[in-house]
Structure formats: structure tokens, C-alpha cells
């Protein structure tokens, strides 16, 4: 088992910036790929980043591509999110989540593991 904590959401204005940060406990946070996913009100939840076990390789959804960075630290055993010039449409529950698969996974059912999710709200 993984547990995987998120951290970091809030109310930003437009144009602002936030970093989430996932922490993760149990098995070896090294073993995993990592990911961000994010859900709005009544809407599906959808991929936001993804990174390697080992780092080597990011991936982003086109909406968040060169606004939004992943990183992982595994010695701290944390993945974080740096969202910058943050737009009202990135408002959502962002989560974290974790598998074991050692690719690229952009979908929901890829992922083994989920945190509890942290609120961001951008602000118009």
C-alpha cells in the first residue's frame, strides 16, 4: 500500500502562482510513477502531469503545458506541482496518484493509488 497526502491548494488571483506538493508513505515512493490529476465541479476528472519513477520523463495535458511543472524528490519521498499564471479555468481538486506500471499513464484506471485531493480556487 501507498498513502499519498496532498498539500498546498488555495485561493490565488489570476495570473498567480501555487505549489502542490504529495507526500507519500508506505512501499518505496521510488518503485512508482507519479501523477497529477485534477476534477471541477461536475465535470470527469482529468490528467494534469505525469513523471517517472526515476524523473527522467514529464508529460503535461496540453492546457497546462508551459504553465505547469512537475518534479519529484525521492529522497523526501514527495512529487510536487508548480502552477504558475494560473487561470479561473484551473480551478478544480487536484490529486495525486501513483503507479506501478513504469510508463506514462494518462488515465484514471492506470492508477493504483490516489491522495484525498486539495482544493485550488483562482480567482477572475
Known amino acids: 500500500q501507498v498513502q499519498l497526502a496532498e498539500s498546498g491548494g488555495g485561493l490565488v488571483q489570476a495570473g498567480g502562482s501555487l505549489r502542490l506538493s504529495c507526500a507519500a508513505s508506505g512501499r518505496t515512493f521510488s518503485n512508482y510513477d507519479m501523477a497529477w490529476f485534477r476534477q471541477a465541479p461536475g465535470k470527469e476528472r482529468e490528467f494534469v502531469a505525469a513523471?517517472?519513477?526515476?524523473?527522467?520523463?514529464?508529460y503535461y495535458a496540453v492546457s497546462v503545458k508551459g504553465r505547469f511543472t512537475i518534479s519529484r524528490y525521492n529522497a523526501k519521498n514527495t512529487v510536487y506541482l508548480q502552477m504558475n499564471s494560473l487561470k479561473p479555468e484551473d480551478t478544480a481538486v487536484y490529486y495525486c496518484a501513483a503507479t506501478a506500471m513504469h510508463t506514462i499513464v494518462v488515465v484514471t484506471t492506470g492508477y493504483d493509488y490516489w491522495g484525498q485531493g486539495t482544493q485550488v480556487t483562482v480567482s477572475s
Open positions: 513523471i517517472t519513477w526515476n524523473g527522467d520523463n514529464t
